[in-house]
């Protein structure tokens, strides 16, 4: 099975704090893939990477950077956090192709 | 603009009953995906749709795909409990899959 990993769960950090949300993929995929998911929102995609230290911005870039050094780890960076940046993190990641997501088990931020 | 809507945003349903979740997006595509999120837990892939008039079904599920009129249907035969979940569409509009648009989510809740 395809396992996606996020290093943390929960995550609690100050305003201005520099943020660092951690991916790993254990299927060799070469797509990842940062999304937020707010209530009432649905998922919004930040960025995504289709291979090592390639990068697209998504829908809501702002605020934010990755980081793709090697081909299962993929880095969401909040470079100075603020309280709107709280939110559930996914993370996923694909094959080439139009094939389906695999998703992480999320990251809950809460900016103070 | 690349919208996906739901409808509905929430679903209080019976064991046993019958319903439907609408899919509705903007512009033209002919790919879909279904996925379901259990409360605090990640997305897991229910379907991929990948034409016009394609029909999936994996038990009490089945989900179809009318690319003409932009719309996905997610039909709940004879409801139980264990269906409670969050369940949203995503459609690819860039014909690659790096960039899925996704539904608000409809909440379904299945009552005893």
């Known amino acids: 099975d395809v396992k996606v990993t996020q290093s943390s769960r929960y995550l609690v950090k100050r305003t201005g704090e520099k943020v660092f949300l951690e991916c790993v993929q254990d299927m060799d995929h070469e797509n990842m893939f940062w999304y937020r998911q707010d209530p009432g929102l649905g998922l919004r995609l930040i960025y995504f990477s289709y291979d090592v230290k390639m990068k697209e911005k998504g829908d809501i870039p702002e605020g934010y950077s990755v980081s793709r050094e090697k081909k299962e780890r993929f880095s969401l960076i909040l470079e100075s956090a603020s309280t709107n940046q709280t939110s559930m993190y996914l993370c996923?990641?694909?094959?080439?192709?139009?094939?389906?997501?695999?998703f992480g088990s999320g990251t809950q931020l809460s900016v103070l | 603009e690349l919208k996906v809507e739901q409808n509905p945003l929430f679903l209080s349903m019976q064991e046993g009953k019958n319903y439907t979740i609408y899919c509705n997006y903007s512009?033209?595509?002919?790919?879909l995906y279904w996925y379901r999120q259990d409360p605090g837990k990640s997305l897991e892939s229910l379907f991929v749709l990948l034409s016009n008039g394609a029909v999936k079904q994996e038990g009490r599920l089945m989900a179809s795909l009318d690319t003409k009129a932009r719309l996905s249907t997610l039909h709940i035969t004879a409801a139980v409990h264990d269906l409670s979940a969050t369940y949203f569409c995503?459609?690819?509009?860039?014909?690659?899959?790096?960039?899925?648009?996704f539904g608000t989510g409809t909440r379904l809740q299945v009552t005893l």
């Open positions: 996923a990641s694909k094959t080439g192709g139009r094939e389906k997501l695999f």
């Open positions: 995503a459609v690819d509009f860039t014909g690659t899959a790096s960039k899925l648009t």
């Open positions: 512009t033209t595509s002919d790919r």
